[in-house]
């Protein structure tokens, strides 16, 4: 069996764990992401450019992000919902944004207030303003392994709006298993026919522990040759519109993971840890990150 001799890891704690848990200050925004920068992470998803009374954790992005020590290794990337949130982003400074659009309907309308067709129908004219700016943009396809109100989402729905995004000019695509739906068969359907249908697009895959399959996912999705990963320090998060979907994989138990398997990562788990127990100390309540508790095999 072959895997990858090296991982992407993109940490999201600061925005996607931090959206769902009870509102912090900014102060402990900044210290948080300021301290996963120092852990040899290479890619920080840092704040999205929603609007407050939908997502109101993230009020306050443009504050955090202008106080941020920001290191020149890193890629720092924003969460934007529309055209006015990329415009918010980019003015901020941000070259790197992220678009989430729900393979289900009702997921999407409970999420941004919008049919999945209406997100897509505004993708061309987002695409355009982001790279006319010489910055990226990344499809998340949320949803892509099952809704919680929907249940099931059919493979082809998901290739549909990858579909879409294609056409619109995106550079590239992440699955995010919101509801912590996904198992390794599924996985491995949804990667190979996506794969079979667009062999060239780069695809990151964003996985929930919801049921606790999370890194069994990382492991069928690395014999399939991803090599790019969402997580987020100490299993912060999950997404405040699918209800019982709390709990994202966690940055440092993916970490662990990798290393062990000699895939290296370029993190230092022993720092990670330290943020892991920081995340905790700034939330105000125990996370669910077994290495957070259980520390690494060897201390």
């Known amino acids: 069996m072959t895997f990858p001799s090296s991982v992407s890891v993109r940490e999201v704690g ?50 955090v992000w ?68 010489g910055g990226t943009l990344q499809l998340i396809v949320s949803t892509a392994w099952g809704c919680p109100y929907e249940g099931d989402v059919p493979v082809s729905r998901v290739l549909s709006v990858v579909s879409s995004g294609i056409l ?34 780069p695809l990151g895959l964003h996985f929930h522990n919801t049921r606790g399959t999370g890194l069994a996912n990382v492991y069928a999705a690395l014999q399939l040759g991803v090599t790019d990963f969402d997580a987020s320090v100490g299993g912060l998060g999950g997404c405040p519109y699918a209800p019982g979907a709390s709990g994202n994989i966690a940055t440092e ?17 022993p720092a990670l840890i330290e943020v892991a127990g920081l995340a905790e100390r700034l939330v105000g309540r125990k996370l669910d990150s077994q290495v957070l508790r259980a520390g690494p095999a060897v201390r």
Do not use: C, W
Request: hydrophobic share 40%; no cysteine.
């Open 14 to 63: 600061p925005r996607d764990g931090l959206q769902n848990e009870d509102p912090v200050p900014a102060d402990a925004k900044v210290e948080l992401i300021d301290a996963l920068g120092r852990t040899g992470l290479r890619r920080i998803e840092a704040v999205s450019f929603v609007h407050p009374k939908a997502i109101p954790q993230m009020a306050d992005a443009d504050e």
């Open 66 to 133: 202008s106080r941020v020590r920001r290191s020149p290794d890193i890629r720092y990337s924003a969460l934007v919902p529309n055209v006015r949130g990329a415009e918010r982003a980019l003015a901020a400074g941000f070259t790197e944004l992220e678009v989430v659009v729900s393979a289900s309907d009702t997921h999407n309308r409970r999420n941004i207030n919008r049919t999945t067709a209406e997100s897509l129908a505004d993708l061309p004219a987002l695409s355009e303003l982001v790279h006319a700016a």
């Open 168 to 201: 619109a000019g995106v550079d590239s695509l992440a699955y995010g298993d919101t509801t912590g739906m996904a198992t390794p068969p599924r996985v491995t359907r949804l990667v190979e026919e996506t794969r079979a249908a667009h062999p060239s697009l």
């Open 253 to 269: 138990e993916l970490v662990y993971l990798l290393e062990d398997m000699g895939i290296d990562t370029g993190v230092d788990l």
